[in-house]
């Protein structure tokens, strides 16, 4: 995979268990003389349609434990069908996954991966680059826009010499630049090896929140086109939905951040 010549994919979310993937997986794993057995579904995970392998994360039934294993597109218990019918992320090939009796070599499991902790390291590096997804879809919305109101003619001018326009867009770009400067220094952090869970968390909860923000202002500059599929921005405001979701919700990240904050969980 790092030589780009292989693709892979990330199986945590189920259809029972989102939010919940802590404490709750209903993937379970077996360790037996061949190797270990999976059992269970995986949902809405990128990649899955095509991917060479899918690193699936489950709970063992001895010991109760998260684990994680690499699973390959050609084990005859591994299954896979595309999600179809989706308004937002369209470019993304998102699967349900079936796992029946999946056999997986010892070698095949992730050593280093012994408990939900260990699966947590990974979404604080996904956590970080869904901050970054928010900002370009937001970037994103905020230059479709201005590029619509500079063109679109109302009263005999261009409306982006309108007040109440230049007021919109002046908070979209307020915005982004919040968003830009976070997400740049979330970079340095991961670079020197300081960044922390509760740091890519309010990252994600801030940067989702001002995309959907962002979104609706351009929409609202461009008033009906706004919904038109031939316009970048009815894209923006779909895919901003499904960004503010996936990755950890609103809350499930807030409740890590005020965790980091208080000194005290507020998970039940």
Known sequence: MQKFEKIGAFGLTEPEVGSGAAGGLTVTCKKTPEGWILN??????????????????????????????????????????????K????????????????????????????????????????????????????????ESALDYTRKREQFGKPIASFQMIQ???????????AMQTMVFRLSEMQDEGILKDEHASLAKVFCTLRTRDIVSRAREVMGGNGILLEYDVARFVADAEAI?????????????????ITGFSAFV
Not at 109 to 138: E, H, I, P, Y
Request: one cysteine or more.
């Open 40 to 85: 269970g579904q995986k949902k809405w995970i990128g990649n899955a349609t095509f991917a060479d392998l899918v690193i699936i994360w489950a709970r063992d039934l001895d010991d109760g434990e998260v684990k994680g294993f690499i699973v390959e597109k050609d084990n005859p218990g591994y299954s896979v069908e595309k999600i179809k019918g």
């Open 244 to 260: 503010y979701s996936y990755e950890g919700t609103k809350e499930i990240n807030s409740l890590i951040v005020g965790r980091s």
């Open 167 to 177: 007021g919109h867009l002046v908070e979209m770009l307020s915005n982004l630049t």
């Open 87 to 142: 308004m937002a992320l369209r470019i993304v090939q998102n699967g349900l996954i079936t796992l029946k009796d999946c056999l997986v070599t010892e070698e095949n499991r992730l050593q280093n991966a012994n408990s939900f902790k260990d699966t947590a390291k990974v979404l604080r590096m996904t956590r970080a680059g869904v901050a970054w997804m928010a900002t370009g879809c937001a970037r994103g919305a905020y």
